[in-house]
């Protein structure tokens, strides 16, 4: 009985037959760690069934990189809020506001004219423009 052959192609010829990109293929198989058979001799070949993956992106070791990072993403969050490292934003802004209405007392209860005291709450109305998510 014959031993079967594994069924081998270029990046070239495959993607000619499939009518893909050969050099979004090529990366594709560099990305997924993909190393060529030796083929016939003719230059390097890839299995079938990597083509095929890589083709049609079925790189599992990716995949599963993809949720590993993932889900370490979600425990370093979880631990980060129980250690106190994170809190809501809901209640930054409540406190945000309850620091406003302070200062809008203090300055209403100043010895200041009308005017002057217009021209501070003005001031401090121009702040609630301001982008504070990208400040440090």
């Given at each position: 009985?014959?031993?079967?052959?594994k069924?081998?192609?270029?990046?070239?010829?495959f993607?000619?037959?499939?009518a893909c990109?050969?050099?979004?293929?090529?990366?594709?198989?560099a990305?997924?760690?993909?190393?060529?058979?030796?083929?016939d001799?003719?230059?390097?070949?890839y299995?079938?069934?990597d083509?095929?993956n890589?083709?049609?992106?079925?790189?599992i070791?990716?995949?599963?990189?993809?949720?590993?990072?993932?889900?370490?993403?979600r425990l370093a969050?979880?631990?980060?809020?129980?250690r106190g490292?994170?809190?809501?934003?809901a209640?930054?802004k409540?406190?945000g506001?309850?620091v406003m209405?302070?200062?809008r007392?203090?300055i209403?209860?100043?010895p200041?004219?009308?005017?002057?005291?217009?021209r501070?709450?003005i001031?401090?109305?121009?702040?609630?423009?301001l982008d504070w998510?990208?400040?440090a």
């Amino acid at each position: 009985m014959k031993k079967s052959q594994k069924i081998t192609f270029s990046v070239s010829r495959f993607s000619a037959v499939v009518a893909c990109d050969r050099h979004e293929l090529a990366r594709k198989l560099a990305l997924s760690g993909v190393k060529p058979d030796g083929g016939d001799g003719r230059g390097m070949e890839y299995g079938l069934r990597d083509l095929i993956n890589a083709h049609m992106g079925g790189d599992i070791r990716r995949e599963q990189l993809r949720k590993t990072t993932e889900e370490a993403d979600r425990l370093a969050l979880a631990n980060a809020r129980s250690r106190g490292e994170l809190v809501e934003i809901a209640s930054v802004k409540k406190l945000g506001e309850k620091v406003m209405i302070a200062v809008r007392n203090r300055i209403l209860n100043m010895p200041l004219t009308d005017e002057e005291k217009d021209r501070c709450l003005i001031e401090l109305l121009d702040l609630g423009k301001l982008d504070w998510s990208r400040e440090a």
